[in-house]
C-alpha cells in the first residue's frame, strides 16, 4: 500500500505571507497511463473536506490562485502565496494512482 | 446544485449492522463513480471503498479495514448510494463521507462531499 508523509504536522503562517506544505509518497504516483493522481484538499474546522487541486497541479473550478500545486513521482507541495484567514484548516494530500487509495496525516495551517 | 445527503448514521454495538444512505441530486447519477471516506473523531481522513458506474458493472474496490465487512451498492433508478456495514467494531466509529468521484477514472479527485453522517460503535 502506499503511504503519503506530509510534513509539516503543523505551520503557523503571518496573515500575507506564503505557506508551503510538502507529501512524500512511499512510491511512485505515476500510473501506467502516464497521470499522476495526486490532489490536495483543505478541510475548514465542522466542514467536510473541499478539492483544491487534482492530478498534482490543477487548480479545481473556484479556488483562489494563490493556491498552486506541483511536485512529480514522489514529492508534491502546495503553496499558498499569501495566506489569508480562511485558509485555516487542515490540508490533506491523496493518492488515487493506486487501490487502496490513502490520504496524508493532514498539515495544519493556523495563524500566527 | 449538486447535493449528497447522507442518512441513516447512529449508535450501534459492536457487532451489529447498519447501513447509510446516500440520495444524490443534480447530476447523472449513473454516469458517476462514487466513493465513502471516513473520519474517526479527532482523526485523518480514511478511504472505504468505491463502486463504479453501470458501464463498468458497477464494480468495487475496497480498503482491507472494511473488505468483508462493509459493502457498497447503488441504485441508480433512484438516485442513491448505500453502505452496508456489518460486523461493525469499535475502530469503525467515525463521520462517514459519501463522495462524487470528478473525472471517474480519468481525473479521480473528489469534488463533491456530502456533510457526512456519524456513526457510533459502543457498547
Known amino acids: 500500500d502506499i503511504v503519503l508523509t506530509q510534513t509539516p504536522l503543523s505551520s503557523p503562517v503571518t496573515l500575507g505571507q506564503p505557506a508551503s506544505l510538502s507529501c512524500r509518497s512511499s512510491q511512485s504516483l505515476v500510473y501506467s497511463d502516464g497521470n499522476t493522481y495526486l490532489s490536495w484538499l483543505q478541510q475548514r474546522p465542522g466542514q467536510p473536506p473541499r478539492l483544491l487541486i487534482y492530478k498534482v497541479s490543477n487548480r479545481f473550478s473556484g479556488v483562489p490562485d494563490r493556491f498552486s500545486g506541483s511536485g512529480a513521482g514522489t514529492d508534491f507541495t502546495l503553496k499558498i502565496s499569501r495566506v489569508e484567514a480562511e485558509d485555516v484548516g487542515v490540508y490533506y494530500c491523496m493518492q488515487s494512482t493506486q487501490f487502496p487509495f490513502s490520504f496524508g496525516g493532514g498539515t495544519k495551517v493556523e495563524i500566527k | 446544485e449538486v447535493q449528497l445527503v447522507e442518512s441513516g448514521g447512529g449508535l450501534v454495538q459492536p457487532g451489529g449492522s447498519l447501513r447509510l444512505s446516500c440520495a444524490v441530486s443534480g447530476l447523472t447519477f449513473s454516469d458517476q463513480y462514487m466513493d465513502w471516506v471516513r473520519q474517526a473523531p479527532g482523526k485523518g481522513l480514511e478511504w472505504v471503498g468505491r463502486?463504479?458506474?453501470?458501464?463498468?458493472?458497477?464494480?468495487?474496490e475496497y480498503a482491507a479495514s472494511v473488505k468483508g465487512r462493509f459493502t457498497i451498492s447503488r441504485d441508480d433508478s433512484r438516485n442513491s448510494l448505500f453502505l452496508q456495514m456489518n460486523d461493525l467494531k469499535t475502530e469503525d466509529t467515525a463521520v462517514y463521507y459519501c463522495?462524487?468521484?470528478?473525472?471517474?477514472?480519468?481525473?479521480?479527485?473528489?469534488?463533491?462531499w456530502g456533510q457526512g453522517k456519524m456513526v457510533i460503535v459502543s457498547s
Open positions: 463502486i463504479r458506474d453501470r458501464a463498468h458493472s458497477h464494480s468495487t
Open positions: 463522495v462524487r468521484v470528478l473525472g471517474n477514472g480519468k481525473i479521480d479527485a473528489f469534488d463533491i
